[in-house]
């Protein structure tokens, strides 16, 4: 018999029964559900993998939220920060590259959306610095 080395927990790579669901289960890999018969789950638990019992989806939300934040399916509401973020960065790159200030504004702007995405219920989405006509007020020079 050979001898294995202990099966390593990754999260990247891991499955869950969530609540009292036992004909399917979560794949962070997937980053969905997948039957009990699915290969890749099978090939996973004949090299050792155990799957890991979790109360709700909720709970599973909180431990991939903190361990593997892409290993969950982004609602509408998150995909709509995770783009507000990601047009903060150019505005960002945009001053950088022009030697000008990001802003306070932007960066109170940059927190509120933080803070919006670590929420666990839904609250209003941050807007950007506005001018008085209602157009995005971008920092001077960028």
């Known amino acids: 018999m050979l001898d294995r080395p202990p099966f390593q927990y990754n999260v990247l790579d891991h ?19 997948v039957d009990s018969s699915d290969p890749a789950l099978v090939s996973w638990l004949e090299s050792g993998g155990v799957i890991t019992r979790i109360g709700s989806e909720d709970d599973l939300r909180d431990v991939l939220r903190e361990q593997y934040p892409a290993g969950w399916p982004l609602d509408y509401q998150e995909l709509l920060i995770v783009e507000a973020l ?9 001053c950088f590259k022009a030697g000008v200030p990001f ?11 933080r803070r919006s995405f670590a929420a666990t219920e839904v609250i209003e989405l941050p807007s950007p610095p506005l001018n008085e006509d209602g157009s995005v007020a971008y920092p001077p020079g960028s």
């Open 86 to 94: 990601d047009a903060t960065d150019v505005v960002a790159n945009r």
């Open 103 to 113: 802003t306070q504004d932007w960066i109170d702007y940059v927190a509120a959306l």
């Open 15 to 33: 499955y869950w029964f969530v609540g009292d669901n036992k004909d399917q289960v979560y794949s962070t890999k997937a980053k969905a559900y």
